[in-house]
């Protein structure tokens, strides 16, 4: 994660889309396999719809593992959080939370959760370097932002451990 910052006003970091996991040969296989015997058991079901959307999928999720993940750049300034060249402004962010490594948690990741006026996946999460947290949540609590407790959903805990 790469760190910069430009003014009191600005802030810039980068930080990869996702964090890039190597996978075996066997999880390749594991996935053909489960792809495979499940969409036998949909086409001896006459559920051959079901049967090509599971071979799809399985195409997709071997795409996306080989895929190499791409730098985004996020800023903070006077408008709002910017994503890429989305920008999210402070009116419609609803609150914060900026999660930092503990003691008693070490395998925690700094993380920047933003719970957005979105309908389809309100709550955002950023990756961020312990070096900025303080200054991220000054610079977000100057904006009136309140601050919520949040944490990963269970649903990205889960997929961590499939090795996605």
Known sequence: MDTENVSS???NW???EY?????????FWALGIIVITSSIAAIIFNDYFFAV?????????????????????????????KIGSRIY??????????QTPQQDKPNTKSLL????????MP???VPIT????EEIHSALSSKGIAEEEMRQHPSEKIMEVLGF
Request: net charge negative; charged share 30%; hydrophobic share 45%.
């Open 89 to 98: 402004p402070y009116e419609n962010i609803k609150s914060f939370w900026v």
């Open 19 to 27: 964090e890039e996991k190597e996978r075996s040969m066997d999880w």
């Open 53 to 81: 959307l599971l071979i799809l999928s399985g195409l997709l999720l071997g795409f996306f593992a080989v895929k190499k993940p791409d730098m985004i750049s996020y800023e903070m300034n006077d408008m709002g959080l």
């Open 9 to 11: 006003q600005k802030l």
């Open 113 to 120: 959760f933003i719970k957005s006026e979105r309908i389809f």
């Open 130 to 133: 312990e070096e900025i947290t």
């Open 123 to 125: 709550i955002i999460t």
């Open 14 to 16: 980068s930080a990869l």
